[in-house]
């Protein structure tokens, strides 16, 4: 290792190219820090490889892919990754191929179990406990018990499942943290699921070019202040093959979101959002009547509410359970008594909780995420509920991911930092006096592979700068042209989201550096990216600042960005470009036609130009709907900009983007023309909101090519 | 007039802009040629003027535009150009409103017809003589007879008009010189109509990006190789209200051109072409019976035949008929005796008869126009078929057009040539010993209104050279850059077209030149122009060089204009480029991706990517079917030199292109995507085959700005 440090810091000159840092470039995962693949079998670390699964701690070999395959009599599993070691204690490896799912006891050496899996099967969601196996075929929803038998759950009377009738899948465009469609309950033998009606949501036509002749497919999109489309939540009883169906309060297109089971499973705990998402209620119902039981709190607010987490019941204590809010302007974790719907705080202060992890039943802790330190990172934390004492685990830097034992009792934590490239830990999680966290183990500490490997890498920082309120600090990343010499100006390109639910700068590595950033260093670029108001983790207010204006303050905020760009001897003025995707190509599009003397080229990738054609759940959220708010629509309506557009500006999407729908760049170029502007253009057929594989390769290629043409 | 030219001269510093040589451009009307508009009356020469009708020879008024809606008692008239003298010595004036076709005594003052016209009636069919109307409504047919009873013909049973069948309407796209679907008999008592049942033709979609929510229509487009439509040919009688359907020979898609009534109207001539379009047949059928009368002639070719023109019976002789063909390698007029079937051959030559004008009845001479002199050339000829004789009409130089009095002895001569912009006269049209053609009267000798206004002319030439079979004479044009400096090297662009059915050198004004030429030529770029193998009025062998491998010919005639190019000084060989659209677009894509060591640019409008997502009628004419010439479609597909762009490519096409679908371009992307290959793009949403008005001035901005980036 000595050896080839020394050698590759004599060959130190390599330059990246953009094989080596898109993810479907093909020198991609050389470049990627080392890694380990973990998982607890109870209270056990194991680790995977392609070979084993072993002990992480010990490094005990416990089953070999190989033997897993002898035991089943066929080739089930490909790698060790694919195998879940599901019960703590008992030998047992749970594979699933394509075909089939099996669970091979490899002490006994035999298949204890397997179950089918039906052809063309989607959204499955496999309970551990009962071994059923709901899934998803062409807009109905089936079960396969663990006896291997099939039943149909969306027989609903006259309407089964099917483009405009769909069950078990995920509603609401994943907003409101829905991220799926069927929910088990803690025994596996009942499954929540949506039903969701869109026969009156107007479709999108999203044209497939690769048939023979074009064919279209006909998308349903519910437009702001258009119609939307209609949830409701059955109840399937695997054992008596009913279902019962929520007798959900509220209108026809309200939200129906975080799904929660009581632990005794007979009430199912629904967060009901108004379609003007300002009235927020947590609602309990029988699993047995459907019947509403009890209205346990409501959460109002002058902009909106949004809930984002379901219900996490103490592990100790049924009647209990933790609920996120961001009630108090950040979000906290809050106590919930679900018999009186009282609540009690439990994290206080300007910092936000990023993730719930889980309870460690033992030391009755519960474990989160926040970046109370900063609010660039994501720390771990213990937090006791019995005598309350919060204590940071791990290094207290970096962005962490964390994995709970069974128990609760220890953690799998990761995590990088600016100059740490990946870390892996182990560590006790109870935060109580005398037995306070504590390290188990060191798994991994990475080396820089870019290092190790010959390349120039570019000077990484990050600092804050005000708001354009004079008040907030807004965190930046700037990553330097290599070989930077500051009596030199440079090029430079800002790159841009800006959009709520996501950020761009925060203490991983390389400050989080995008892999095309090192790129256009190497080509010789300055890059500066800010995180502006109505962004992410940093509160409420500062999200909400955009409310009802989407694009104004976070192109203030990115204007003080700037200027301070320009306040920068090595910042050339009058060679400035920007960079975005998505909300970052409708910021990219609105600065470049609201500051033509600033921004001299521009690449907006999948933007949206009129929130009008953005949908219902998001849009409306923001913006309210265009009959609520039409001079706001009209204001932030990048159509109505087109006219000032001076500099260049190229467009690229996805041609079959079913998120912005090509109708928000074909109308922008359709008033450019009108117009009289020039933008460029670029597409991908088949192509979705985002490009992926080799198509990131070529867009990455295209999209330095513009800077080079016209900002070089 | 001396005062103004010399001014002119002292400023002649004025260049042109898109908005003087763009025709949506808001100068181009100024720069206009002088023009005059004339028709006939009877055997009187009329002009009209915005204010009146007035004789083109004497100059004396026959009625002003306020006098006929003084009569008509409303405004129908809005200028003189609107109002037709129908009738020979009768002092009627008909005009037509959005809402009714008035026929106005002008001496009587007094409406002495009218008619109204149904709400969205399109395809307006008015026959002079019977005074009843056809058009079509959504697919179906209708009738307004004179005394305006309306009439449905397009109830065929159960089948009415829709999407799918449709009635009264042009069918096989337009090709085999066919552009409308209703055909009145000569005594305008009965109609003979298309039907065309495309319920089996898949469909493209097309996106309208307009509505609210984008929205999709189907467009019926048959596909090479694909299934193709059906047409029938129905005879409706006004009187009976019946419809006769006539019992066409043939395989249900095979084509029904050029629909040529006899002149007792008892019969219809049918041009029947197999799908194959190698076999064409002119058939007789009964107008009465609907049954086959007659199988008159037969032509077959091994590559193809294709039947233009239907049969025009001479005014004196009701068994003979004009019939034109290529069956001598050449259009030429034929004799055709319709109750034996026997041709003679009238004009003979290596050159193309362009068009049959019509016939002087006095003297029994047939007038058309040819090439004979120049084939850039159209010029005006009288051919007596009872001595034959045959005389140049007017200058033998330039391109003209004519319009024949009633009886045929005079002629209304317009033309241009490279030096004059336009000029009228009126000529006699016997071509009989003692008593040839003679000028009757200068109408009109245009002058240079670019000369006039002051501004800059670019040096326009025309010349030829060899084809790459070395034998074959090519015509090109050049456009050299304004202040010419023959010491200098020119960027050089090259405009292309290069299909069948046109042309782009001829000895019109300026050699044909478009605006843009002119405009580029502004900017100091060299233009060349070169008619390839394959295009249009250069005899059967020159186009039929490129069949089944339509590009290839082609493209090595163009390769010789560039070898031309790089043996003259001022050209600069490491700056040329390429422009065309449609045809000349699939041109330019395949020389930039044929060629990259020799074009550095290129700019391809809507362009043919791969035959088979071409029409079935023009597709398989020249390519015959994929299944038929899989190899032919697999060479001449750009799919497969995507691979090897290197140079500037954009493509730009209209969003809504229903002949070149955008199938084309979004293919070429994937594939030039998936070899890591680089075009650009631009499109027009609503845009389709071609753009116009501001759009067109918006486009030619592109375009050039794109060689100002990339070849300047």
């Known amino acids: 290792m000595a050896l080839m440090l020394m050698s590759s810091v004599v060959f130190a000159q390599k330059l990246l190219t953009l094989e080596d840092v898109m993810s479907g470039g093909n020198n991609w995962y050389n470049l990627q820090p080392e890694n380990r693949y973990t998982q607890w079998w109870g209270n056990v670390a194991v680790e995977t490889t392609y070979e084993e699964v072993k002990e992480l701690l010990t490094g005990k070999s416990l089953v ?47 298949v204890v179990w397997s179950q089918d899996i039906p052809q063309g099967a989607e959204n499955q969601d496999f309970n551990l406990k009962s071994k059923h196996l709901a899934y998803t075929l062409q807009g ?46 803690p025994d596996g033998e009942k499954l929540a699921f949506y039903r969701m009606d869109q026969s009156m949501v107007a479709a999108y036509p999203q044209v497939d070019i690769s048939q023979r002749i074009a064919g279209v497919t006909m998308d349903k999109y519910p437009m702001a202040g258009e119609t939307s489309h209609q949830v409701k939540v059955g109840i399937f009883d695997v054992k008596t093959r009913k279902t019962t169906w929520l007798q959900l309060i509220g209108a026809p297109d309200d939200y129906h979101t975080n799904l929660s089971w009581a632990p005794d499973g007979k009430r199912l705990y629904v967060f009901e959002l108004n379609r003007d998402q300002n009235d927020m209620q947590l609602v309990a119902y029988s699993t047995e009547s459907g019947k509403l039981e009890n209205q346990l709190l409501q959460e109002c607010h002058d902009k909106y509410v949004e809930p984002m987490n379901g219900l996490e019941f103490l592990p100790w204590d049924a009647n209990k359970a933790i609920m996120q809010s961001r009630r108090d302007g950040w979000n906290h974790l809050y106590l919930l008594d679900v018999t009186t719907g009282k609540t009690e705080q439990l994290t206080y202060g300007n910092f936000e909780v990023q993730q719930l992890v889980g309870f460690n039943t033992k030391d009755k802790c519960v474990l989160y995420l926040s970046n109370a330190l900063d609010p660039r990172t994501s720390c771990l934390y213990s937090l006791n509920l019995v005598k309350p004492r919060c204590t940071l685990i791990g290094a207290g830097e970096g962005v962490h991911y964390a994995s709970l034992s069974q128990d609760g009792t220890m953690v799998i934590d990761r995590y990088s930092s600016p100059s740490v490239p990946r870390c892996i830990s182990v560590y006790t999680t109870a935060s109580v006096r005398g037995r306070l966290p504590k390290l188990v183990a060191n798994v991994l500490m990475a080396t820089d592979p870019w290092l190790e490997q010959g390349y120039k890498i570019p000077e990484i920082t990050s600092g804050s700068i005000k708001a354009a309120d004079g008040v907030t600090d807004l965190y930046y990343r700037m990553v330097k042209p290599i070989d930077f010499d500051e009596e030199k100006k440079y090029p430079t390109v800002v790159y841009v989201y800006g959009g709520p639910h996501a950020h761009n700068v925060d203490a991983r590595w390389h400050w989080c550096m995008r892999g095309w950033e090192a790129y256009m260093a190497t080509k010789g670029y300055l890059l500066f990216i800010l995180d502006n108001r109505g962004s992410e983790w940093r509160g409420r207010e500062f999200e909400q600042a955009t409310f009802r204006r989407l694009g104004e303050e976070e192109m203030k905020d990115q204007m003080e960005g700037v200027k301070f760009l320009k306040s920068l001897p090595y910042v050339d003025a009058d060679r400035m470009g920007v960079h975005g995707w998505s909300f970052g190509g409708f910021m990219t599009t609105n600065l470049m036609c609201t500051y033509p003397d600033v921004f001299k080229v521009g690449v907006a990738g999948g933007p949206v130009i009129d929130w009008k054609y953005y949908e219902v759940m998001y849009g409306e959220r923001y913006m309210d709907t265009p009959q609520q708010n039409p001079e706001g629509y009209e204001r932030c309506s990048l159509l109505n900009k087109a006219k000032n557009l001076q500099g260049r500006l190229q467009i690229i999407l996805g041609y079959n983007d079913p998120t912005c729908v090509p109708q928000h760049t074909l109308s922008f170029l359709r008033a450019c023309e009108d117009a009289g502007t020039q933008p460029d253009l670029f597409t991908y057929p088949g192509g979705g909101h985002n490009m992926f594989g080799r198509d990131q390769v070529h867009l990455h290629e295209r999209i330095t090519r513009y800077f080079d043409d016209y900002l070089k």
Do not use: C, M
């Open 64 to 110: 070999t892919v190989e033997r897993i395959n002898e035991i089943a009599g066929e080739k089930v599993a490909t790698s060790g990754h694919n195998i879940l070691l599901p019960y703590g204690g008992q030998p047992i490896a749970q594979v699933r191929s394509g075909k089939k799912r099996v669970q091979v006891d490899w002490k006994l050496g035999k």
């Open 140 to 185: 109905n929803l089936y079960v396969v018990t663990a006896d291997g038998e099939s039943l149909q759950v969306s027989t609903d009377g006259s309407t089964d499942g099917s483009d405009n009738i769909v069950y078990g899948r995920s509603v609401h465009r994943d907003e409101f943290g829905i991220s799926k469609g069927t929910f088990w309950s």
